[in-house]
């Protein structure tokens, strides 16, 4: 089991996911719900724009673009569960 993730830490990572959905970066695989990234230069900068122009409430706008980033970072093209 990985270190537990302050719920801080859980609201800025759901925020990030958000804003990657948001940018159109990353989409659920329709047949079983897993993020995967859709990656795209100008969804990219995209993302990274709303991060610093909209960043969680409380954190600097450098730090929402490492929060978009470690989330991106976290994810693949491929479901896990498709074949």
């Not at 959905?21 to 990656?39: D, E, K, Q, T, V």
């Not at 795209?40 to 993302?47: M, S, T």
């Not at 990274?48 to 409430?57: G, I, R, V």
């Amino acid at each position: 089991m990985g270190p537990r993730l302050s719920r801080k830490s859980v609201q800025i990572e759901n925020w990030a996911t958000d804003t990657l959905l948001r940018a159109n970066l990353i989409a659920a695989c329709p047949n079983h719900g897993y993020m995967r990234l859709r990656f795209n230069h100008a969804a990219l900068d995209y993302a990274h724009a709303l991060a610093e122009h909209s960043p969680f409430p409380g954190i600097s706008a450098g730090r929402a673009r490492e929060a978009i980033d470690e989330v991106l970072d976290g994810l693949s093209d491929d479901c896990p569960d498709c074949d």
